[in-house]
């Protein structure tokens, strides 16, 4: 039975990211992809901490989503803004 559930689950997902990324052109789906690979090899070579290598992706996904009109742009919007919210208090960015 839980099998079933999860299986069930991992279609409903999949189902979730082929609607997010239907209609992308193919120099969109390799936009993505680049950014998110600057970001990354940037955040590992000036040794960024976890938060704020998520901070730095989930910022960018939303950027990204929010520009093509998806609503799961905000599900990246509710991880980053509390993210950068600590990250900016840590450091004293305040304003």
Request: net charge positive; hydrophobic share 50%; aromatic share 14%.
């Given at each position: 039975?839980?099998?079933?559930?999860?299986?069930?689950?991992?279609?409903?997902?999949?189902?979730?990211?082929?609607?997010?990324?239907?209609?992308?052109?193919?120099?969109?789906?390799?936009?993505?992809?680049?950014?998110?690979?600057?970001i990354?090899?940037?955040?590992?070579?000036?040794?960024?901490?976890?938060?704020?290598?998520?901070?730095?992706?989930?910022?960018?996904?939303?950027?990204?989503?929010?520009?093509?009109?998806?609503?799961?742009?905000?599900?990246?919007?509710?991880?980053?803004?509390?993210?950068?919210?600590?990250?900016?208090?840590?450091?004293?960015?305040?304003?």
């Open positions: 039975m839980q099998l079933c559930n999860t299986y069930g689950n991992m279609t409903a997902f999949k189902r979730l990211l082929i609607e997010q990324f239907r209609g992308w052109r193919t120099p969109e789906a390799i936009w993505l992809a680049l950014c998110l690979t600057a990354s090899a940037l955040s590992i070579h000036w040794k960024d901490t976890p938060v704020a290598m998520t901070a730095a992706l989930t910022g960018m996904m939303y950027t990204i989503l929010a520009g093509k009109g998806k609503l799961s742009c905000f599900i990246f919007g509710l991880v980053n803004a509390p993210l950068y919210a600590w990250i900016a208090f840590k450091t004293g960015y305040y304003g």
